[in-house]
């Protein structure tokens, strides 16, 4: 069985920052030695200078594919993942067609296994009228059930009370939920189109997709899965308010209900809608610098646990429609772990806080087996990084979206990924990608 040493590095592993050197073997780590080991016929990576951290685990994507491949697919995106430091991702139902059956669930996983370079999960869709195949949802080889209690493509808004009630009360596993208030969206919307006709300023997405509208919806999820005992995720907390609503005194392998931040909302604020327009439309709304400075707070105190991307690209000429008819989202694989390096050069944030809320906590709320940590007898998803002299800089020539544009164009980083390992091989080093080898399915222990 082939095996590689990576020697030299800098490991942040579990809130410690430490010299050792990693034995792979196969898919997996077979040690974790004092730097300066050998390990016999293993070939040799020299990591001398660079820090190695586990995989970043991004669990909430959309790569749209199957349907919506002019967009992107499976293959761009885990390529910019992998090349951005992510090893793993799960992918979200708003597909088409929808996944909305355990049939077209197993379809979009015989499509990963034949495209994506990067582990990788894909949610159970819902809609008003499912209910009995998500109650067939298989645990142990789906990362989740996600609900979207807010606007979303073609049917799958689910804003029925019996059907929530069924998935919250019934759920197999871990429920995922997109929280905005339609009712209340709808009637901000009306107010403004009459106002300005589809050519709303994008300065009023914010306001149409309101504060009230996320609070009320997030909460309604909570007071849901309190009263049916769900494993509940709260998905892409925006507003300041949605924080309190959340626990930092018990441990997160203990709690039933969680909530992620995207690194959006903790890099863009309302203020950056006049520079970079519908290229930062999101669903939920970039907000003020309040919110910002909120979610910040709450995320280095763990009432947020997990830091993710939303990544969810269009064309840039779809971008470019007047605000009524943009679509929200926007491409972030590629630069989400370098972002929060960033922050971290700033002394927002601790590489130590980064790895745990973008490895370790993912792998947690997930209960995904035998990733997001470095330790022996776990898959070897790994990142090799080192610090840049010179920085560089977002720009289209260096992006590998399908799409060819970023919200991040112009944004400098002192950081850079030099090598990825996905399950043992290595697909990424300095630039080049070997695509050999696909990535695996994810499975949860539970």
Same mark, same amino acid.
């Given at each position: 069985m082939k095996q590689t040493l990576i020697s030299g590095a800098t490991l942040v592993n579990e809130g410690k920052i430490f010299a050792a050197d990693v034995l792979i073997e196969g898919p997996f780590i077979a040690a974790i030695l004092p730097p300066g080991?050998?390990?016999?016929? !293993?070939?040799?990576?020299?990591?001398? #200078?660079?820090?190695?951290?586990?995989?970043? %685990?991004?669990?909430?994507?959309?790569?749209?594919?199957? @349907?919506? $491949?002019?967009?992107?697919?499976l293959y761009t995106e885990?390529? !910019?993942? %992998?090349?951005?430091?992510?090893?793993?991702? +799960?992918?979200?139902?708003? $597909?088409?067609? *929808? &996944?909305?059956? *355990? =049939?077209?669930?197993?379809?979009?996983? &015989? /499509?990963?296994?034949?495209k994506s370079l990067a582990n990788f999960s894909f949610y159970m869709g819902t809609t008003n009228d499912n209910l009995s195949e998500i109650l067939r949802t298989p645990p142990s080889t789906v990362c989740g059930i996600k609900v979207f209690m807010g606007a979303s493509t073609g049917n799958m808004l689910v804003d029925d009370p019996k059907t929530l009630e069924g998935i919250f009360a019934g759920a197999p596993c871990l429920v995922a939920v997109h929280c905005e208030d339609e009712s209340l969206i709808r009637g901000n919307l009306a107010r403004y189109k009459e106002r300005? @006709?589809?050519?709303?300023?994008?300065?009023?997405?914010?306001?149409?997709?309101?504060?009230? !509208?996320?609070?009320?919806?997030?909460?309604?999820a909570i =007071? +849901?899965?309190?009263?049916?005992?769900t494993r509940l995720h709260v998905l892409h907390l925006s507003t300041a308010a949605e924080t309190g609503l959340f626990d930092n005194r018990i441990p997160l392998t203990e709690k039933k209900i969680t909530a992620e931040v995207c690194v959006h909302h903790l890099w863009f604020t309302d203020a950056d809608y006049s520079e970079r327009g519908n290229l930062i439309k999101w669903n939920p709304a970039v907000k003020t610098l309040t919110d910002r400075e909120a979610l910040w707070e709450a995320l280095l105190d763990d009432r947020l646990d997990v830091v993710a991307t939303d990544h969810a690209p269009?064309?840039?000429?779809?971008? @470019?429609?007047?605000?009524?008819?943009?679509p929200s989202g926007a491409p972030m694989v590629q630069?989400?772990?370098?972002?929060?390096?960033?922050?971290?050069?700033?002394?927002? %944030?601790?590489? =130590?806080?980064?790895?745990?809320? +973008?490895?370790?906590?993912?792998? =947690?709320?997930?209960?995904?087996?035998?990733?997001?940590? /470095?330790?022996? #007898?776990?898959?070897?998803?790994?990142?090799?990084?080192?610090?840049? $002299? $010179?920085p560089w800089t977002v720009e289209?020539?260096?992006? /590998?979206?399908?799409?060819?544009?970023?919200? +991040?164009?112009?944004?400098?980083?002192?950081?850079?990924?030099?090598?990825?390992?996905?399950s043992g091989h290595l697909a990424f080093e300095n630039g080049r990608f070997d695509e050999s080898r696909k990535g695996m399915r994810l499975t949860f222990q539970r």
């Open positions: 080991s050998r390990a016999g016929t !293993a070939g040799v990576v020299d990591a001398s #200078g660079k820090l190695l951290i586990p995989g970043v %685990i991004d669990d909430q994507v959309h790569f749209r594919d199957p @349907g919506l $491949t002019h967009k992107a697919d885990s390529r !910019a993942a %992998i090349a951005g430091g992510i090893t793993s991702f +799960m992918e979200m139902p708003n $597909t088409s067609p *929808q &996944t909305v059956t *355990q =049939e077209l669930l197993e379809e979009k996983y &015989t /499509l990963g296994h034949q300005y @006709g589809e050519a709303s300023p994008v300065e009023m997405h914010p306001l149409i997709r309101s504060h009230e !509208a996320c609070l009320k919806s997030s909460s309604l =007071e +849901m899965a309190r009263s049916f005992n269009h064309t840039l000429a779809e971008k @470019g429609n007047p605000y009524g008819s943009c630069h989400s772990l370098v972002a929060m390096l960033e922050r971290v050069r700033k002394g927002r %944030i601790s590489l =130590e806080k980064v790895v745990e809320k +973008m490895c370790h906590a993912p792998a =947690e709320c997930f209960r995904i087996e035998k990733r997001g940590f /470095l330790r022996e #007898g776990y898959y070897a998803d790994l990142v090799l990084l080192e610090d840049c $002299t $010179t289209r020539e260096n992006l /590998l979206y399908k799409c060819g544009w970023s919200p +991040m164009e112009g944004v400098s980083f002192h950081s850079r990924i030099t090598h990825t390992w996905v």
